[in-house]
């Protein structure tokens, strides 16, 4: 059974650091890229990052450019969001999904074909 759990939400301070997990099972990891949505109340869902598996490059919205790091470790099967200077814009479910690459358009939900039940993130002013 594929499963992608996410963790590492929570209530931040403005200003503040959170890490999320996503632990993948049930499919060969290391072929494919991890992406992170979020999706705050009446708003769409948006594209946050992506990590490729091939090279692990990522791509980042240019809202978190620079406050966002998104890293991998194929032998625990998981991707990391760090996150830091959060604001409280911030604040959404965040989700993680798994994709064959990583797609030119960060927000295309088709590109990716499992998704985690999300986690939710905080950022308090």
């Known amino acids: 059974e594929v499963q992608l759990v996410e963790s590492g939400g929570g209530l931040v301070q403005a200003g503040g650091s959170l890490r999320l997990s996503c632990a993948a099972s049930g499919f060969t990891f290391d072929d494919y890229a991890i992406g992170w949505f979020r999706q705050a109340p009446g708003k769409e869902r948006e594209g946050v990052s992506c990590?490729?598996?091939?090279?692990?490059?990522?791509y980042n919205a240019d809202s978190v450019k620079g406050r966002f790091t998104l890293s991998r470790d194929n032998a625990k099967n998981t991707v990391y969001l760090q996150m830091n200077s959060l604001k409280p814009e911030d604040t959404a479910v965040y989700y993680c999904?798994?994709?064959?690459?990583?797609?030119?358009?960060?927000?295309?939900?088709?590109?990716?074909?499992?998704w985690g039940q999300g986690t939710q993130v905080t950022v308090s002013s």
């Open positions: 990590i490729s598996s091939s090279d692990g490059r990522t």
């Open positions: 999904a798994a994709g064959v690459s990583c797609p030119a358009d960060n927000s295309d939900l088709g590109a990716y074909w499992d």
